[in-house]
């Protein structure tokens, strides 16, 4: 099995910074992508950035565009989501997500196999 451990999620006030990290562990596992989705209280599931694993194209969701860089470190299984001037309405769970087959789509959580258990991220106003 294949165990997805997120840090660095904390309080930040508006304006701020973070930096999310990953690291996968676990059976050897070829990672076709990596990913990080949100969730805040009351609504779903929201895409925020995914990495191709071997060429390294990067997604984002319109809300992080400009603000969040995903990026990775293929030595050490991790994936990383820097977030630049950060938002009240960025406050939510971030999880980080990895799938072993490819697919067309990267926003969609039901591509990705594997799950973390979340940090949180607060940021005040």
């Known amino acids: 099995q294949v165990q997805l451990v997120e840090s660095g999620g904390g309080l930040v006030q508006a304006g701020g910074s973070l930096r999310l990290s990953c690291a996968a562990s676990g059976r050897t596992f070829s990672s076709n992508a990596m990913g990080w989705f949100r969730q805040a209280p009351g609504k779903e599931r929201e895409f925020v950035a995914a990495i191709n694993w071997s060429r390294g194209n990067t997604y984002y969701g319109d809300s992080v565009k400009g603000r969040f860089t995903i990026s990775r470190d293929s030595a050490k299984n991790s994936v990383y989501l820097q977030m630049n001037s950060l938002k009240p309405e960025d406050t939510a769970i971030y999880y980080c997500?990895?799938?072993?087959?490819?697919?067309?789509?990267?926003?969609?959580?039901?591509?990705?196999?594997?799950w973390g258990q979340g940090t949180q991220v607060t940021v005040s106003s």
């Open positions: 997500a990895a799938r072993s087959r490819g697919s067309i789509w990267y926003h969609l959580p039901t591509v990705y196999d594997y």
